[in-house]
């Protein structure tokens, strides 16, 4: 008989910020498939979700990938569940209305690595500031590159767990990182961008680092440039209209519902969405092609492949939850009138 560790990771009910939490269940001679999951329950008293006197809340299995830093084990993301099954308020994916797989989704996680002693980026000294931005994007060496080491061994735990990794770089600030990662359904993309932060932040606690998601983590006033995440999105329309108008009437249908896309786009945004630091302001709307200061940039490759790709959101937090970021992108689209 075999046993196998399966690690079942949720988002809690902490409000507008949601932490992850997780726990393992050991089973015996175990299939390794999503159906092989049962239902599981935890104390929801203790994240938020639930009042003591009726405190449980189930775990829904939702998606599986081996647990390449485990042996015997796997990663089970799962959906909160009210006791008689309905999805809890917590649960943003519930709400994505993508069943057909239609969107497809690339987000780009910033963030920043942080020494727990001095509770700084790495490459802040105690006490001071390094050198302005500018030579830490990309770059290479010792003296402007911070935390490649923690980087790359995340990229390979994600590559060896199945996510659809597709690229990091060193991000604008000291200590700043970004990773990207696609999928084909805007589930399926919450769940690997879900997973993907798991792994990251449990690998933190090997080098005495933890990650910081605030998308301005040095302060409003700070001349450094925040952390976002970027959401790259197409459905079937953009990626073969092959019309400008038609691209410009979605654009057009994120215009009046700006308040309801910064509400579930992340917290403190207002502090990173200033109009400066490559961000449009968070009372404007604006798009336009190639434009980086623009609330949605239209990518010049799909201009040049005639009007068929995709769309880039600039406006979600690093700290914004892609299940609601992908959910209210998709209900916009839906609505507008092409």
Request: glycine letters at 10%; charged letters at 25%.
């Amino acid at each position: 008989m075999s046993k196998t560790k399966l690690e079942y990771i949720w988002l809690d009910g902490y409000f507008p910020t949601q932490n992850m939490r997780s726990k393992t269940k050991v089973v015996n001679d175990f299939g390794g498939k999503l159906e092989d999951c049962d239902m599981w329950s935890f104390d929801g008293s203790s994240t938020r979700q639930a009042e003591g006197g009726s405190s449980d809340c189930l775990l829904k299995p939702v998606a599986i990938y081996p647990d390449p830093a485990r042996r015997d084990a796997y990663l089970v993301m799962t959906e909160v569940m009210n006791a008689d099954g309905t999805p809890h308020v917590s649960n943003g994916r519930a709400t994505i209305d993508d069943d057909d797989n239609d969107f497809w989704f690339g987000f780009e996680q910033e963030y920043f690595i942080m020494d727990t002693a001095t509770q700084l980026p790495l490459g802040f000294p105690i006490g001071g500031y390094p050198a302005p931005q500018g030579m830490y994007y990309c770059s290479v060496g010792g003296k402007n590159t911070h935390g490649r080491d923690i980087v790359e061994e995340h990229a390979d735990l994600c590559i060896d767990a199945g996510l659809n990794f597709e690229g990091i770089n060193q991000e604008v600030a000291s200590g700043q990182w970004e990773f990207q990662l696609f999928a084909k359904g805007a589930k399926k993309a919450g769940d690997e961008i879900w997973i993907a932060r798991y792994l990251l932040d449990r690998l933190t606690e090997q080098h005495g680092y933890y990650i910081e998601y605030h998308p301005k983590p040095l302060g409003k006033d700070m001349d450094w440039n925040g952390s976002g995440m970027h959401a790259n999105f197409s459905n079937e329309v953009l990626r073969t209209c092959g019309d400008k108008a038609t691209y410009e009437k979605i654009c057009e249908a994120f215009r009046p519902v700006v308040k309801e896309h910064i509400a579930v786009y992340g917290e403190f945004n207002d502090q990173r969405l200033t109009g400066e630091h490559e961000t449009a302001s968070i009372n404007d709307f604006s798009f336009g092609i190639s434009d980086r200061g623009a609330s949605i940039r239209i990518p010049i490759i799909t201009v040049e492949q005639g009007w068929k790709g995709w769309l880039e959101d600039r406006r979600p937090a690093s700290n914004g939850d892609p299940y609601k970021i992908a959910g209210r992108i998709i209900k916009t689209v839906k609505s507008a009138k092409i």
